[in-house]
């Protein structure tokens, strides 16, 4: 048992006030090392505490009382305070409190068990990692509560105030996707989420706007309910379209588009070309070229040479065995077998029942019919009840020896040729850019999309909101039907979409902000209500 107070333990209590210095205002007595942690004996200051009721200040002492705080751990370690407290009488005889007990600045409050250090942290363990992971955490500090008082201390916070917006960031998150959706708002000026509503409806936002005035600008995505909802709740703000998710939409569209012009992706076959068929009828047989021998049956001939060689020598089979490192079983095999191509086309490589399809599968061969699924449809029919890979061996060795010219490379898919109309040109590679222009030159209608693509990715990087009127009038006059709706949406939003395109703002920090739910999600799925996920989503940013 320390006593700080007497003698050298004046330093002592300095470095204890240097560790806790929310103790300055208590009289320490005794600290004590137990077996729960570090116990500190402590009693009030003799002052004039006032009454939380009327601010009368207390003279005349009532009792004392003993109670007990949680404090912050010291290292690991988990620290107790023992604090001998006072209650006053309260000498303002009009006042409804009789008595009241005396609280320390920073390190009581009424009915608390923890001190306010302890309680800030334990607030912030909760708001970045929830319950059980922060009862985790909490434990691994030395500090060991429950995962229900870290999910009631993240209740009790109080929301911070919202205070006077200029620009307001809208976007909804869902709840559960497909389901229930619910909209975060964000102060564009700190990029911090301001309230959460229940919702993604437009009366909700309009109702929470008339709530909030003095909001000049709202950053929103495409959606029709957060335009109606700004229009009606605040119609003198004006209303910004986020850039990406215009450009996003032109994605979509372009896409469709592609996919409507499909057949422009595939190259011409060349003028006098000889189909493929054609080319198949004079294809060798497999007796005039003779299979192209694999590693496997190169093996097989070379152990059965070498086994017969020892038999011939007079080795028995243990000793041939031990010179080749060789099993008895497969040593007795190739001892068995005539030749290796005995092996070779024998049980291992070659069913009996497949053999007896062999003389029907060379002719076919020879008549030019040389895809292995026909072939196998073809014996199927004739009774073979094997599998198609005995099939797709059997023609391998009989297709590589055709010595058939390399096929074209496939077309470009739909996605790809979407990516290279849309992505910077300076990013594309070589090989894309030929394959870009090869296909362009053939289609007259994915040029004309490019061309508009292009035109609007100024717009967007150079924010020429005053050429939007002119690159619609061009949209229309083309036959894209699927680019004609994209338009007929810009028109229905055009003064928004104006000045996405002329304005600085944008929703770049809402969906910041909607990551960072989505992470919160993922840590609270199917455990928590909607309350608690808001809690985080304004306490925690």
Not at 10 to 21: A, K, M
Request: hydrophobic share 40%; proline share 5%; net charge positive.
């Amino acid at each position: 048992m320390l006593h700080p107070q007497a003698g050298e333990g004046t330093c002592y209590l300095d470095l204890l006030h240097l560790f806790l210095p929310h103790l300055k205002n208590v009289h320490v007595e005794t600290v004590t090392c137990t077996e729960n942690g570090l116990l500190i004996c402590a009693r009030t200051r003799y002052a004039e505490p006032s009454c939380p009721s009327c601010g009368t200040s207390g003279r005349r002492v009532h009792s004392r009382y003993r109670r007990r705080l949680s404090d912050v751990t010291c290292g690991d370690t988990p620290v107790t305070i023992e604090l001998e407290a006072r209650r006053f009488f309260c000498a303002n005889p009009v006042c409804a409190a009789v008595t009241f007990a005396e609280q320390v600045p920073d390190l009581t409050a009424a009915y608390a068990r923890r001190t306010p250090a302890l309680s800030r942290l334990l607030a912030s363990i909760a708001l970045a990692l929830a319950g059980r992971a922060g009862t985790r955490l909490s434990g691994k500090l030395g500090i060991h509560v429950s995962r229900s008082l870290l999910i009631r201390l993240i209740r009790a916070l109080p929301d911070p105030e919202i205070g006077q917006v200029t620009v307001l960031g809208v976007d909804d998150f869902a709840k559960r996707k497909g389901h229930a959706y619910a909209t975060v708002l964000v102060d564009m000026a700190t990029h911090r989420p301001i309230d959460v509503l229940d919702e993604r409806r437009g009366d909700v936002l309009a109702d929470w706007l008339r709530d909030h005035p003095g909001i000049e600008v709202i950053c929103r995505d495409r959606a029709g309910a957060y335009a109606e909802g700004a229009r009606d709740g605040a119609p003198e703000a004006i209303q910004v379209a986020d850039r990406w998710h215009l450009w996003k939409n032109l994605c979509d569209a372009v896409e469709k588009t592609v996919r409507a012009h499909r057949a422009d992706l595939d190259e011409p076959a060349p003028q006098g070309e000889e189909p493929v068929e054609a080319a198949t009828q004079d294809a060798p047989s497999a007796t005039e070229t003779g299979p192209i021998e694999s590693r496997t049956t190169v093996r097989t001939r070379e152990r059965h040479a070498a086994i017969h060689a020892l038999l011939t020598e007079g080795r028995n089979i243990t000793q041939i065995c031990r010179i080749l490192g060789l099993d008895r079983k497969t040593v007795n095999k190739y001892r068995h077998a005539a030749s290796a191509d005995e092996l070779l086309n024998g049980p291992r490589f070659r069913s009996r029942a497949f053999n007896d399809f062999v003389p029907y599968l060379q002719q076919r061969w020879e008549e030019g019919c040389t895809d292995a699924a026909v072939l196998f449809t073809e014996i199927t029919a004739r009774g073979y009840r094997g599998s198609a890979r005995s099939v797709r061996r059997y023609v391998q060795p009989l297709r590589a020896a055709l010595g058939m010219s390399a096929l074209p490379p496939p077309p470009p898919t739909v996605r790809q040729m979407t990516q290279w109309i849309t992505r910077r040109p300076d990013r594309l590679t070589e090989d894309d850019q030929v394959q870009l222009k090869d296909v362009l030159t053939r289609s007259p209608r994915l040029t004309a999309l490019a061309g508009h693509v292009a035109a609007f990715a100024r717009l967007l990087l150079e924010r020429r909101g005053q050429d939007l009127a002119a690159w619609m009038t061009a949209v229309e006059a083309d036959d894209l039907p699927q680019l004609h709706s994209f338009a007929r949406g810009l028109r229905r939003d055009q003064a928004a979409v104006l000045h996405g395109l002329t304005l600085e703002h944008s929703s770049g920090a809402v969906e910041g902000n909607v990551n960072r739910i989505k992470a919160l999600k993922r840590q609270m799925y199917g455990r928590a209500k909607l309350d608690l996920l808001r809690k985080r989503i304004l306490l925690g940013a």
